[in-house]
């Protein structure tokens, strides 16, 4: 729809919009940043011990650019790169894979204890392990393809109930009630920010798994 | 001593007169100053960052800022994604 590189550009945009504190204390705008992004690090952070704690930077950079992303993609005619597939796969594989690595390496036994929870009977092991390892490898696909739906899904139909009001004008009494829906389904969708926690969070409880069961 | 300091007088100047000539070039003089700068990479990042930097400490950094900073940003950024649409929307005008 839009040529490459002015796809490059708006990726890039959301940065401008967080400066960087040079003072003690700064201007409202980055006081009023570093506030929310302290209150969102102390109680994302608070579940790891001190080896997931390493990952601050990852996810709170994570949780920015996705939460601004798609808060911009609400502006009317911008375009949100979170939409596209490539993207959130691309977010999404490398971290998950990462985290499972981590796992892998400093608690070898208890990762693989992942795949046999306790007390299964003796007959049901084999079939119990291909479901846990299709559950596990399915756990980066489900963090690309919930993002992509969901921020397509709510533009979709922003996209649908205005153009209907829009086709409605000429028949007045109905088209006060469908502005009202687009009101209260943009006021939902400005929820878009409770996506990224959900993104973090399913990321942030992987890593909790893998670092300290 | 005094040759550095006259090698430094003479740097200056013209750095400071390519920038400040934004504001201060008159729209007669417009493709002459485009020609002038310099279309290096990190030239073109200079102009960029030194532009961002007049904006920021102009309109966001003020004491008691309000929306208004970030607004203008953001209906800049509207306005400009308006124009790769323009084709598509044609054909959705309202004809009374």
Redesign the interface.
Known sequence: ???LP?VII?TM?PS??F?SPTRLIN???ISIQQWLVQLTSKQMLSIHNQKGQTWALMLMSLILFIGSTNL?GL?????TPTTQLSLNLGMAIPLWAGTVITGFRHKTKASLAHFLPQGTPLPLIPMLIIIETISLFIQPMALAVRLTANITAGHLLIHLIGGAT?ALMNISTITAMVTFTILVLLTILEFAVALIQAYVFTLLVSLYLHDNT | GAHTGSKMVSVIPVKEKKLMDVMDVKLGELPSWILMQDFTPKGTFGAFQGSYYRYYNKYVKVKKGGIAGISMVLAAYVVFNYFPYYKELKHEQIRK
């Open positions: 729809m839009m040529g002015i708006i945009f401008i919009m400066p201007n409202r705008l911009l502006l009317p005619h911008s375009f829009l």
